[in-house]
């Protein structure tokens, strides 16, 4: 039984801790919140907890965030963070359409080259692309 009696005590340490007074539990309970401390976590590299100057908390994963996640957070944050940000948003803007204009240019090369590799194979193909170019505008 003192198995059984070690889980039960751990289960009701974890409810306990869940419910704890001040901890938040949205990121929208950070908003105008300031933060007294950063402490890092020694169980998960670079986890951290935040505590806030009125006494609540949370804990925030590692600062390690996604390239889609970045690209996502500028283009939300823009009407907030480029007024202080001018010039890195003219260089991201320069190199996003540096990155569009390859795709663009990536997928062309592609669809050229498929249709390069498969005239000798699919005889038709020559034909149906003719047609497809005449009906259009």
Do not use: C
């Amino acid at each position: 039984m003192a198995t059984e009696d070690k889980w039960k005590a751990n289960l009701a340490k974890v409810a306990f801790m869940k419910q704890f007074p001040g901890l938040l539990g949205s990121w929208e309970a950070l908003k105008g919140k300031t933060i007294e401390a950063v402490i890092p976590l020694k169980s998960k590299q670079g986890a951290a907890a935040i505590i806030f100057s009125d006494g609540t908390f949370t804990v925030v994963p590692p600062m390690a965030a996604e390239p889609y996640e970045l690209g996502e957070t500028l283009t939300a944050g823009r009407s907030l963070l480029e007024a202080k940000h001018a010039h890195a948003y003219q260089e991201y803007d320069r190199l996003a359409k540096n990155d569009k204009d390859a795709l663009r240019q990536a997928r062309l090369e592609k669809i050229i080259g498929a249709i390069q590799n498969n005239l000798e194979q699919i005889p038709e193909l020559k034909e149906r692309l003719k047609a497809l170019v005449k009906e259009w505008p």
